[in-house]
């Protein structure tokens, strides 16, 4: 039983590129949840997501970032026209569907640690 | 807001000993759930126990476990006989909803 996969593991974008950022929550899980690292930090929540729905993106940049988790497919990150400053990992999460979210434990993939030149 | 504060940046152990990571949290909320999880260098975040704040029993996972403090909002890790293994940062984090919220982390060292 495959875990939480996140890839690529590690991807280098010069400023003004864009990064994707891919996320296959575990088998059967339907809760996918984007969270992001700066060094020397914890992890902070960015956005929370269903399938075909956006349901929480409060810790979300409003400009140059987007989320989406289609019917078909893997969660995709988006960052549009990077800086310096966006350097850090990203992490997801999954947990299964449930009328009690708060009650599901949220399993992480092994990140992925965006570089910007 | 909620807020989830670990005081100790760093903490080192002898292999064998047992140590003892602190956490403390903010919140308003009267049903929500505690969590420690582990960090090593290869930077997976592996879940190392949960704790559910309407029961008072502490819990418990093998060589892990927590002293759950609610009236002080104390939440604290207790690792007995010490592994080379268990040398990671660790993190504390708590939900009432849906998002994880983290404390800044205590890197464990583990002396042989």
């Known amino acids: 039983n495959a875990g939480v996969m996140q890839n690529p593991r590690h991807l280098v974008r010069r400023r003004g590129q864009e990064a994707r950022l891919r996320c296959s929550p575990m088998?059967?899980?339907?809760?996918v949840y984007w969270y992001r690292q700066l060094p020397e930090e914890g992890l902070k929540f960015m956005v929370y997501l269903q399938k075909e729905n956006i349901i929480d993106e409060s810790g979300m940049p409003k400009e140059r970032f987007s989320a989406e988790f289609p019917k078909e497919g893997p969660s995709i990150l988006r960052i549009q026209q990077v800086v310096r400053g966006d350097s850090a990992a990203y992490f997801c999460?999954?947990?299964?569907?449930?009328?009690?979210?708060?009650?599901?434990?949220?399993?992480f993939g092994a990140g992925t640690r965006l570089s910007v030149l | 807001a909620q807020t989830v504060t670990q005081s100790q940046p760093e903490m080192s152990v002898q292999e064998a000993e047992t140590v003892t990571l602190s956490c403390t949290y903010d919140?308003?909320?009267?049903?929500?759930?505690l969590f420690w999880y582990k960090q090593p260098p290869s930077r997976q975040m592996i879940l190392v126990i949960r704790q559910e704040a309407y029961k008072q029993q502490n819990a418990t996972e093998n060589r892990f476990s927590v002293n759950f403090q609610k009236a002080a909002k104390s939440f604290s890790l207790k690792i007995s006989d010490s592994q080379l293994g268990d040398a990671a940062m660790y993190f504390c984090?708590?939900?009432?909803?849906?998002?994880?919220?983290f404390g800044e982390g205590t890197q464990l060292t583990v002396n042989p």
């Open positions: 919140t308003s909320e009267s049903d929500y759930y």
């Open positions: 984090a708590y939900t009432a909803a849906s998002r994880l919220t």
């Open positions: 088998k059967g899980h339907s809760h």
């Open positions: 999460a999954s947990s299964p569907p449930g009328t009690v979210v708060v009650k599901n434990i949220q399993y």
